[in-house]
């Protein structure tokens, strides 16, 4: 667990545990499932950012969003 420790003070990351619950390690932050067997950990730490929900190789780069901005301004602009 602290080498898992060391590795999330450089970079967020997300543990997978099947039956075991780990209530002493307080850098770990328990997400809700719906398996009562299945937790996902998210490691919280001062000074790393939260983690996204998406990989960076599945989350939409910003300049594509910047024709869906523009295109809800001029409607939301009509009169």
Known sequence: MRRLEAVARRRPIVLCAVGLELPSERWLQ?????TLSL????????????????????????WRWAPV?????LTLARP
Not at 30 to 34: C, G, H, N, V, Y
Not at 69 to 73: E, G, I, S
């Open 39 to 62: 937790t996902l950990y998210d490691s919280r730490l001062p000074g790393v950012p939260r983690r996204s929900l998406l990989p960076e190789r599945y989350s939409i780069p910003s």
């Open 30 to 34: 328990p997400r809700r499932t719906s």
């Open 69 to 73: 901005r523009a295109a809800k301004d």
